[in-house]
């Protein structure tokens, strides 16, 4: 999503602080943890090119789609940009003392002695009872900042700045791979609904020549009613896959950010639907993928530059100020007297009952939180890579096996119901292949929707493709 521009209130002099504090990247954390340096578990012959937009690698075009729609009419991303404008805007706030403040006043006031003659605080009298006055001048003031506190405030205002867009960036990873999952959701639903009716279809094909077989006196009451049942089951399915595909359809469109009677998916088929190999690189590149670690390091680095302001709180200010004007009775005599005015003063804290060394311990102590959520982050990084890279393995494995077992249960149940046909075969058999094979076809594609959710999910668990601004 497009990042918006600065506010156009925002001063020019204060643009160009921000922009120079941008230009600079955070400063190195060291984290204490090492990276490992393979993963324990790789996709094989993976390529190692990561593209950022990694949904178009499902091949589906509805995907692509629906995934731009959501970046562009989500209001989880919205709040997001709306966030990062406001930290825009605290960073040209924070960075404005570190140029003078100048300011222009323009006065006329009109005094008018009502009575009496007057006093010292009054310059009418009983004689001139209306005094007019004019007063124009300009005012500079500036606080030197010997100890970096104010340079280190409107970096730590760059530094949240930059933690709220990679805030916004991961909002947005969140948001897309959420999308794609529950479009993957509602396709897999869609496919097991068509498969509990072929198989509906099926079972009442097998009740209708057991009916007749059992009008004819060749079958039991039992056989006519274990198919009656089987039929019965297999009807009650179809209601709770429809709801799934319901609900997963109803969160896509609440993500897309639109009621569901506005959101058409289509009729793309799910096999339709294919993952990409994805090269997962090394663990240290992690550190530059996720724009979670990402944010927690502009966190951290943000409450370093607080400590700075607590420390520099607690030592002298000086403050210088100008003044440059003129004053006069009448209008057109304002500018006949000119005068300026140079100012200085010195503060120094003396006592405030421990205020701002605690202020100071405080600023250490998030300083300490934000270092353990910063390793937090990229020990949960590499844990997320992890897992997923070990679920797309085991997934590949077991799809492999199941493949086979899909196979032969299709063989058996033809086999056994054309043995039935001919009355080589009992019932049993027909209803034993019957059962084994929808179970087969239902978990080929629970299975294979969660293949496309463990690549989803390395996709997210390596950033998506983001990568860090230089």
């Known amino acids: 999503m497009n990042k918006r521009s600065l506010p156009s209130h925002l001063s020019a002099v204060s643009l160009c602080l921000l922009l120079n504090a941008c230009t600079g990247n955070p400063p190195a954390v060291d984290s204490g943890i090492v990276a490992p340096t393979a993963w324990q578990f790789a996709e094989r012959d ?3 090119a990561t593209n950022q937009q990694w949904w178009m690698q499902f091949g589906s075009p509805q995907l692509n789609r629906l995934v731009e729609q959501a970046r562009r009419d989500s209001f989880d991303v919205a709040a997001a940009m709306a966030r990062v404008r406001q930290a825009q805007a605290s960073a040209v706030i924070a960075g404005a003392p570190l140029l003078p403040e100048v300011k222009f006043n323009l006065a006329a006031s009109r005094q008018r002695l009502l009575r009496g003659s007057g006093n010292s605080d009054l310059d009418a009298t009983e004689s001139n009872n209306t005094v007019n006055s004019y007063d124009a001048n300009f005012t500079a003031s500036y606080e030197v900042d010997f100890w970096g506190g104010r340079a280190a405030a409107r970096d730590s205002a760059v530094y949240a700045l930059r933690a709220s867009e990679f805030d916004q960036a991961t909002v947005e990873l969140t948001l897309l791979s959420n999308v794609a999952d529950r479009y993957a959701q509602t396709l897999a639903a869609r496919e097991r609904q068509q498969i509990a009716e072929l198989n509906l279809t099926n079972a009442r094909n097998v009740l209708e020549l057991v009916q007749t077989r059992y009008n004819a006196g060749s079958a039991t009451a039992l056989e006519l009613a274990q198919q009656k049942s089987l039929v019965a089951s297999q009807q009650q399915q179809l209601p709770l896959i429809q709801q799934l595909a319901e609900e997963s359809q ?29 090269g997962p690189g090394v663990p240290s590149q992690l550190l530059s993928q996720r724009p979670d670690i990402a944010q927690a390091e502009a966190q951290l680095a943000a409450a370093s530059a607080d400590v700075t302001v607590a420390r520099a709180a607690m030592l002298p200010t000086l403050t210088l100020g100008a003044t440059v004007g003129s004053g006069a009775y009448k209008a057109n005599e304002i500018l006949r007297s000119p005068f300026y005015t140079l100012t200085s003063g010195l503060i120094a804290p003396i006592f405030n009952n421990g205020r701002l060394s605690a202020e100071r311990d405080k600023a250490r102590a998030r300083q300490d939180e934000l270092l353990q ?13 992890e897992k997923s890279l070990s679920r797309i393995t085991r997934l590949d494995q077991q799809r492999q096996w199941q493949t086979e077992e899909l ?3 299709r063989t058996a149940f033809q086999i056994a119901e054309s043995r039935y046909q001919a009355g080589a075969e ?13 179970a087969a076809q239902d978990q080929n594609v629970q299975l294979r929707l969660s293949r496309i959710q463990a690549s989803i999910a390395l996709y997210k668990a390596l950033g998506g493709g983001w990568k860090t601004k230089i």
Do not use: K
Request: net charge negative.
């Open 250 to 278: 109803i969160t896509l469109a609440a993500l897309l950010g639109q009621p569901v009677q506005m959101v058409d998916l289509g009729s793309e088929a799910f096999q339709a639907l294919t993952w990409p190999s994805i």
């Open 373 to 385: 959520t910063y390793r937090g982050a990229i020990i949960n990084g590499f844990a997320d890579v």
């Open 426 to 438: 009992d019932l049993l058999t027909v209803l034993e292949t019957q059962r084994t094979l929808y």
């Open 407 to 409: 196979q032969q249960a």
């Open 46 to 48: 993976a390529a190692q």
